[in-house]
């Protein structure tokens, strides 16, 4: 991302989208910064593609403003935005080959022949597809139409790119290396990327910053690793990885910490994400990662049962019913020297309440 004070490349100022009386977008404020990879992370339903849909111009706004460098861009249609725009289905046209793919939007500016076939040879080359340029979509893999429809978005070098859950039709193996060519490309070419994945893996990985939506709304507008450590809300920390999410009241508050009576009145360290008062309902999000299985009767641990036991290949899932607690998942790496308990087992747990965090209860609705 660029680290220069430069006015952000797109502005959204009070953005709405109405559908009837079904209201998408609600009062939406963000500021895109130039050459940053912001991804779009929410469940179905949340407002992220119609958010990209008002940026790109497939959608209009029922209010509000949008900038793209300074311009209005709200009422423009799309092809007047500047903005290239990747698909999930890629949307080539499949009777042309992969050149001639690359080589239309240039076309539709009016490019000249030569200069078509140089630019259009530099972006074969770029996304290593050198030798496919005369291959029609149908002759390709699902990886090389992606790149084919990466090509095409940015070789008419658009002031941004645009990408609706591109990645979404590949395979595990082939998602994974087409992630690493993004970074690798956004890396090289430096243009602002704006990305749209219900994915938050996808997300964490990709992202500069995650703009994390409900209802409508951006709950949380973070860098990924600030999200998944400092939650602001029990909605973020449930939707970010794994997380077990314990409700309880405010029983104390202290210098930079809180402590929660939860469950069958077990009690629980954390800190706080703010607003929390003495008696309110609160969640504490305990990642499985931050629990660690102890012997039974230890005196540092709290007592638990082992409910279930999942292997997971590169860990274990370990689900502990805790005293006074109620289920908690625990995350145990596959190359740990500690012994895997099996179902039934009585053991004892430790929380690293360092890590633990509390937020507001209604956060989470």
Known sequence: MSTTHSPPIVRFRGVSK???TFVA??????DIARGEFLTFLGPSGSGKTTTLMLLTGFEMASGGAIELDGQRIEARPAHKRDIGVVFQNYAL????SAAENIAFPLKVRGMGRAQVEEEVKRALAMMHLADKGDRKPGQLSGGQQQRVALARAIVFKPRLIVLDEPLGALDKNLREQMQDELKALHRQIGITMVFVTHDQSEA??????????KQGRIEQLDTPERL???PATAFVAGFIGEN?????KVEHIGDGDISVRV??????HAKPAGGLRHGDAAVVAIRPEHISLLRAGSPDGMPARVVQT???GDSYRVDVNADGIGVLKVKVSGSATVEIPEAGALIGIRVAEKSCRALPADSSK
């Open 18 to 20: 109405a559908y009837g």
């Open 244 to 248: 077990n999410l314990v409700s309880g």
């Open 93 to 96: 046209f499949p009777h042309m």
């Open 228 to 230: 998944y450590r400092l």
């Open 263 to 268: 469950g069958a009145g077990g009690l629980l």
């Open 25 to 30: 977008i609600r009062d939406l404020d963000l």
């Open 310 to 312: 999942t292997y997971l």
């Open 204 to 213: 964490l990985t990709l992202s500069d910053r995650v703009a994390v939506f």
